[in-house]
Protein backbone atom coordinates (compact mmCIF):
# COMPACT_ATOMS: atom_id res chain seq x y z
CA UNK A 1 0.00 0.00 0.00
CA UNK A 2 1.03 3.68 -1.06
CA UNK A 3 1.62 6.49 1.68
CA UNK A 4 -1.53 8.96 1.33
CA UNK A 5 -2.07 12.39 3.05
CA UNK A 6 -4.32 12.37 5.75
CA UNK A 7 -5.80 15.59 7.49
CA UNK A 8 -6.47 14.49 11.16
CA UNK A 9 -8.31 16.17 14.55
CA UNK A 10 -8.49 15.81 18.50
CA UNK A 11 -12.23 15.51 19.57
CA UNK A 12 -12.67 17.18 22.44
CA UNK A 13 -14.99 17.16 25.18
CA UNK A 14 -15.75 20.65 26.49
CA UNK A 15 -18.58 20.88 28.86
CA UNK A 16 -17.95 24.58 30.43
CA UNK A 17 -17.10 26.93 27.45
CA UNK A 18 -16.37 29.75 30.73
CA UNK A 19 -13.12 27.81 31.90
CA UNK A 20 -11.92 26.61 28.51
CA UNK A 21 -11.38 23.05 29.98
CA UNK A 22 -11.52 20.31 27.73
CA UNK A 23 -10.90 16.49 27.67
CA UNK A 24 -9.85 14.81 24.53
CA UNK A 25 -12.30 12.04 23.51
CA UNK A 26 -11.64 10.88 20.32
CA UNK A 27 -10.23 10.93 16.29
CA UNK A 28 -11.05 11.96 13.46
CA UNK A 29 -8.68 11.37 9.99
CA UNK A 30 -9.54 12.10 6.50
CA UNK A 31 -7.40 10.86 3.22
CA UNK A 32 -8.25 13.38 0.92
CA UNK A 33 -7.40 11.58 -2.32
CA UNK A 34 -9.48 8.65 -1.38
CA UNK A 35 -12.05 10.60 -0.07
CA UNK A 36 -12.09 7.95 3.17
CA UNK A 37 -13.29 8.90 6.83
CA UNK A 38 -11.94 7.35 9.95
CA UNK A 39 -12.47 8.42 13.56
CA UNK A 40 -12.59 6.75 17.11
CA UNK A 41 -14.69 7.94 19.52
CA UNK A 42 -14.31 6.98 23.79
CA UNK A 43 -17.23 5.24 24.37
CA UNK A 44 -20.01 6.35 26.35
CA UNK A 45 -19.58 3.68 28.76
CA UNK A 46 -16.14 4.75 29.48
CA UNK A 47 -17.15 8.28 31.33
CA UNK A 48 -15.05 7.68 34.65
CA UNK A 49 -12.18 9.70 32.85
CA UNK A 50 -14.22 12.69 31.95
CA UNK A 51 -16.14 12.57 35.73
CA UNK A 52 -12.88 12.73 37.89
CA UNK A 53 -11.37 15.21 35.13
CA UNK A 54 -14.21 17.78 35.70
CA UNK A 55 -15.27 16.86 39.22
CA UNK A 56 -19.14 16.98 38.55
CA UNK A 57 -21.83 14.54 38.53
CA UNK A 58 -24.06 16.45 35.93
CA UNK A 59 -20.53 15.74 33.56
CA UNK A 60 -21.80 11.86 33.21
CA UNK A 61 -25.40 12.08 31.74
CA UNK A 62 -23.84 15.08 29.89
CA UNK A 63 -20.76 13.08 27.99
CA UNK A 64 -22.61 10.07 27.17
CA UNK A 65 -25.47 11.42 25.61
CA UNK A 66 -22.83 13.80 23.64
CA UNK A 67 -20.94 11.39 22.62
CA UNK A 68 -23.85 9.88 21.00
CA UNK A 69 -24.87 12.07 18.87
CA UNK A 70 -21.11 13.52 17.74
CA UNK A 71 -20.83 9.06 16.80
CA UNK A 72 -23.94 9.44 15.14
CA UNK A 73 -23.06 12.62 12.77
CA UNK A 74 -19.47 11.42 12.31
CA UNK A 75 -20.69 8.12 11.49
CA UNK A 76 -23.23 9.93 8.87
CA UNK A 77 -20.44 11.43 7.18
CA UNK A 78 -18.52 8.74 6.70
CA UNK A 79 -21.53 6.36 5.25
CA UNK A 80 -22.03 9.57 2.61
CA UNK A 81 -18.65 9.70 1.48
CA UNK A 82 -18.14 5.86 1.25
CA UNK A 83 -21.42 5.84 -0.85
CA UNK A 84 -21.22 8.96 -2.96
CA UNK A 85 -18.90 9.93 -5.94
CA UNK A 86 -17.84 13.14 -6.93
CA UNK A 87 -18.25 14.48 -3.58
CA UNK A 88 -17.55 18.74 -4.31
CA UNK A 89 -17.85 20.02 -0.40
CA UNK A 90 -15.34 19.61 1.50
CA UNK A 91 -17.13 17.72 4.41
CA UNK A 92 -13.80 17.11 6.77
CA UNK A 93 -13.57 20.64 6.79
CA UNK A 94 -17.40 21.43 6.97
CA UNK A 95 -16.89 18.38 10.70
CA UNK A 96 -14.66 20.10 11.97
CA UNK A 97 -15.01 23.92 11.72
CA UNK A 98 -15.14 26.18 14.74
CA UNK A 99 -18.63 26.45 16.57
CA UNK A 100 -19.92 27.01 19.92
CA UNK A 101 -20.84 23.74 21.19
CA UNK A 102 -19.79 20.75 24.09
CA UNK A 103 -17.91 19.34 21.49
CA UNK A 104 -15.28 21.25 19.78
CA UNK A 105 -12.44 19.50 17.62
CA UNK A 106 -8.53 20.77 17.76
CA UNK A 107 -7.37 22.76 14.28
CA UNK A 108 -6.65 20.08 11.26
CA UNK A 109 -3.05 18.67 11.59
CA UNK A 110 -1.47 16.62 8.34
CA UNK A 111 0.52 13.33 8.17
CA UNK A 112 1.24 10.58 6.01
CA UNK A 113 0.06 7.05 6.76
CA UNK A 114 -0.53 3.85 5.35
CA UNK A 115 -3.32 2.40 7.05
CA UNK A 116 -5.72 5.04 7.99
CA UNK A 117 -7.45 2.64 10.54
CA UNK A 118 -3.99 1.65 12.43
CA UNK A 119 -3.18 5.34 12.21
CA UNK A 120 -6.33 6.54 14.14
CA UNK A 121 -5.62 3.60 16.44
CA UNK A 122 -2.22 4.53 16.98
CA UNK A 123 -3.44 8.61 17.44
CA UNK A 124 -6.38 7.33 19.72
CA UNK A 125 -3.51 6.02 22.27
CA UNK A 126 -1.26 8.83 21.86
CA UNK A 127 -3.77 11.48 22.55
CA UNK A 128 -6.60 9.90 24.21
CA UNK A 129 -4.80 6.88 26.21
CA UNK A 130 -1.47 9.25 26.53
CA UNK A 131 0.53 6.04 25.53
CA UNK A 132 3.89 8.32 25.61
CA UNK A 133 3.66 8.23 29.60
CA UNK A 134 6.19 5.51 30.32
CA UNK A 135 5.59 6.03 33.88
CA UNK A 136 1.86 7.30 34.79
CA UNK A 137 1.65 10.16 37.27
CA UNK A 138 -0.61 7.77 39.54
CA UNK A 139 2.27 5.99 40.38
CA UNK A 140 4.26 8.80 41.48
CA UNK A 141 1.43 9.73 43.68
CA UNK A 142 1.87 6.31 44.86
CA UNK A 143 5.34 6.12 45.75
CA UNK A 144 4.75 9.31 47.72
CA UNK A 145 1.97 7.47 49.71
CA UNK A 146 4.26 4.52 50.74
CA UNK A 147 7.00 6.78 51.24
CA UNK A 148 4.85 8.35 54.03
CA UNK A 149 4.02 5.07 55.12
CA UNK A 150 7.34 3.84 55.77
CA UNK A 151 8.43 7.76 57.23
CA UNK A 152 5.64 7.60 59.65
CA UNK A 153 6.93 3.98 60.81
CA UNK A 154 10.77 5.10 61.05
CA UNK A 155 11.66 3.00 58.52
CA UNK A 156 12.18 5.96 55.90
CA UNK A 157 16.10 6.23 56.44
CA UNK A 158 16.59 1.92 55.82
CA UNK A 159 14.16 2.13 52.50
CA UNK A 160 16.00 4.14 49.33
CA UNK A 161 15.53 4.30 46.00
CA UNK A 162 17.94 1.53 44.91
CA UNK A 163 19.10 -0.92 41.51
CA UNK A 164 18.61 -4.59 41.78
CA UNK A 165 20.97 -6.32 39.80
CA UNK A 166 24.68 -5.38 37.74
CA UNK A 167 25.22 -3.17 34.69
CA UNK A 168 27.37 -5.92 32.93
CA UNK A 169 24.03 -8.32 33.19
CA UNK A 170 20.57 -6.95 33.73
CA UNK A 171 19.32 -4.14 36.67
CA UNK A 172 16.69 -2.78 37.75
CA UNK A 173 16.11 0.49 39.64
CA UNK A 174 13.23 0.40 42.10
CA UNK A 175 11.91 2.87 44.80
CA UNK A 176 12.27 0.99 47.53
CA UNK A 177 15.39 -1.40 48.57
CA UNK A 178 16.80 -2.14 51.76
CA UNK A 179 19.63 -4.39 51.83
CA UNK A 180 21.08 -5.42 55.07
CA UNK A 181 21.04 -9.38 56.49
CA UNK A 182 17.86 -9.93 53.97
CA UNK A 183 17.50 -7.84 50.53
CA UNK A 184 13.67 -6.64 50.55
CA UNK A 185 12.22 -4.89 47.89
CA UNK A 186 8.74 -2.64 47.96
CA UNK A 187 7.02 -1.68 44.28
CA UNK A 188 4.37 0.59 43.92
CA UNK A 189 2.34 -0.80 41.09
CA UNK A 190 -0.69 0.70 39.56
CA UNK A 191 -3.64 -0.89 37.68
CA UNK A 192 -5.92 1.81 36.91
CA UNK A 193 -5.47 1.50 32.93
CA UNK A 194 -8.77 2.24 30.72
CA UNK A 195 -8.26 -1.37 28.44
CA UNK A 196 -7.77 -4.52 29.80
CA UNK A 197 -4.52 -5.06 27.56
CA UNK A 198 -2.61 -2.22 28.65
CA UNK A 199 -3.07 -2.98 32.20
CA UNK A 200 -2.26 -6.60 31.59
CA UNK A 201 1.07 -4.99 29.75
CA UNK A 202 1.68 -3.25 32.42
CA UNK A 203 1.79 -6.22 35.23
CA UNK A 204 3.35 -8.41 32.69
CA UNK A 205 6.82 -5.55 32.30
CA UNK A 206 7.54 -6.23 35.93
CA UNK A 207 6.84 -9.20 36.39
CA UNK A 208 9.47 -9.58 33.53
CA UNK A 209 11.62 -7.62 35.39
CA UNK A 210 11.64 -10.02 38.40
CA UNK A 211 11.95 -12.73 36.01
CA UNK A 212 14.96 -11.85 34.85
CA UNK A 213 16.45 -10.86 38.18
CA UNK A 214 15.65 -14.41 39.09
CA UNK A 215 17.00 -15.59 36.76
CA UNK A 216 20.68 -13.99 37.45
CA UNK A 217 19.93 -14.88 41.46
CA UNK A 218 19.63 -10.88 41.95
CA UNK A 219 17.02 -11.70 44.02
CA UNK A 220 14.38 -13.95 45.23
CA UNK A 221 10.56 -13.27 44.54
CA UNK A 222 9.62 -13.76 48.11
CA UNK A 223 11.92 -10.21 48.93
CA UNK A 224 9.38 -8.40 47.03
CA UNK A 225 6.27 -6.93 47.59
CA UNK A 226 4.25 -5.39 44.78
CA UNK A 227 1.22 -2.53 46.24
CA UNK A 228 -0.91 -2.35 44.13
CA UNK A 229 -4.00 0.28 42.98
CA UNK A 230 -6.67 -2.21 41.53
CA UNK A 231 -9.95 -1.04 38.95
CA UNK A 232 -12.77 -1.12 40.82
CA UNK A 233 -14.95 -3.98 41.27
CA UNK A 234 -17.93 -2.93 38.97
CA UNK A 235 -15.50 -2.24 35.84
CA UNK A 236 -15.75 -5.93 34.88
CA UNK A 237 -13.26 -6.18 32.28
CA UNK A 238 -10.79 -4.47 33.87
CA UNK A 239 -11.17 -6.07 37.18
CA UNK A 240 -11.60 -9.30 35.35
CA UNK A 241 -8.03 -8.18 33.68
CA UNK A 242 -6.31 -7.91 36.85
CA UNK A 243 -7.30 -9.96 38.70
CA UNK A 244 -5.63 -12.89 35.82
CA UNK A 245 -2.49 -10.72 36.04
CA UNK A 246 -2.57 -10.61 39.76
CA UNK A 247 -2.66 -14.69 40.01
CA UNK A 248 0.12 -15.02 37.79
CA UNK A 249 2.55 -12.60 39.65
CA UNK A 250 1.38 -14.59 43.32
CA UNK A 251 2.69 -17.79 40.81
CA UNK A 252 5.76 -16.53 40.92
CA UNK A 253 6.04 -15.77 44.73
CA UNK A 254 5.72 -11.81 44.45
CA UNK A 255 3.56 -10.71 47.66
CA UNK A 256 0.77 -8.57 46.22
CA UNK A 257 -1.08 -5.98 48.66
CA UNK A 258 -3.73 -3.35 47.77
CA UNK A 259 -1.69 -0.06 48.53
CA UNK A 260 -4.64 0.69 51.29
CA UNK A 261 -3.76 -2.10 53.67
CA UNK A 262 -0.76 -0.58 55.96
CA UNK A 263 -0.37 -3.03 58.00
CA UNK A 264 0.05 -5.34 55.41
CA UNK A 265 2.85 -3.35 53.52
CA UNK A 266 4.36 -2.52 57.48
CA UNK A 267 4.71 -5.60 58.17
CA UNK A 268 6.34 -6.75 54.91
CA UNK A 269 8.61 -3.78 55.36
CA UNK A 270 9.80 -5.20 59.13
CA UNK A 271 10.09 -8.44 58.73
Not at 24 to 30: A, D, E, K
Not at 43 to 69: E, L, N, W, Y
Not at 86 to 109: G, H, K, P
Request: net charge negative; charged share 30%; glycine share 2%.
Amino acid sequence: MNKQICKYSIIRFQPYPETEEFANIGIVLYASASKRLEFKLLDGKQHARITHFFDHPMCKDVFVQTSKIIRAEIERVKKFLDETVNVEVDLYAELIRCREDIIRFSDSRVLFCVDPVATVDKLFEHYIHRSFIHEPVHEEKMKKQVRDLLSHYNLGEKYKEGIIGEADKYEVRFPFVYKNTKQTVIKPIHFKHEKPSLLIDHGLSWLAKIQQLEKYRFIRPDEILFAYDAPEANQCNLFNAFNEIKGQIEAEGIEMVDINCQDDIVRFATA
